[in-house]
């Protein structure tokens, strides 16, 4: 009968082994693509025989989402506490300016997620797209994660009087959201410089927010 020593101990061992593999996979993903790395390296990087690596992911997809979902959940946390730290600072005077400050913040961390390794990022980016992986997916939850953030900030404009009433918040969001999706999709097609998509990402958003903020909201 295993004890519950034995048993914590035996789970201690799995985080481990589990810790050991996601380092050695974001190491390689750093400096390689996803398609440059072998299953082997992650084994012999992670100190785990392939048989061992094998019981913990399936493939290389897994060891992606793996290393960029948990990426990406700690740049939307930062997102998500820059953000409330920029209201407090702000909360007496409420304008448009502020709302659209405030989604450009947004999409600029998620433009420098990106650009970490471009290939890599946007193959996370779009996997959850793919009909096996489903609306449950992590990436696609993420997504709907910021879109959620953006639509509160259009909300609160409109609230505050500050933002034009006529569009719909979650598709102001949804739009916001494309945008960014879009410029990543294109920059490998058209031969765009990956660092420099935020040049591309931001003029966008401008052109889709600006024209919500009258004079008045300024």
């Given at each position: 009968m295993?004890?519950?020593s034995e048993m914590s101990a035996r789970q201690r061992g799995k985080q481990r082994k589990r810790d050991a593999i996601r380092a050695a996979a974001a190491s390689l993903m750093a400096s390689?693509?996803?398609?440059?790395?072998?299953?082997?390296e992650v084994a012999q990087l992670a100190g785990v025989g392939e048989a061992t690596l094998f019981r913990y992911v399936?493939?290389?997809?897994?060891?992606?989402?793996?290393?960029?979902g948990d990426e990406?959940?700690?740049?939307?946390?930062?997102?998500?506490?820059?953000?409330?730290s920029f209201v407090a600072a702000n909360s007496t005077h409420v304008t448009g300016d502020h709302c659209v400050l405030r989604v450009r913040a947004i999409y600029f961390e998620r433009c420098a997620f990106y650009r970490r390794n471009p290939e890599n990022s946007a193959r996370y980016l779009r996997e959850g797209f793919r009909p096996e992986h489903g609306p449950a997916s992590r990436n696609i939850a993420q997504g709907?994660?910021?879109?959620?953030?953006?639509?509160?900030?259009?909300?609160?404009?409109q609230a505050n009087g500050v933002l034009d009433l006529r569009p719909q918040p979650l598709l102001v969001a949804q739009n916001c959201h494309a945008i960014y999706m879009h410029e990543i999709d294109r920059t490998p097609v058209r031969g765009f410089d990956p660092?420099?998509?935020w040049d591309r990402v931001g003029p966008r958003l401008d052109a889709q927010l600006n024209?919500?903020?009258p004079l008045a909201g300024r």
């Open positions: 295993t004890t519950a390689k693509q996803l398609d440059e790395i072998t299953m082997r399936s493939g290389k997809s897994d060891l992606l989402h793996m290393v960029y990406l959940d700690a740049v939307l946390d930062r997102i998500e506490e820059r953000d409330a709907d994660r910021t879109i959620r953030l953006v639509a509160s900030i259009i909300d609160t404009g660092d420099a998509i024209p919500l903020v």
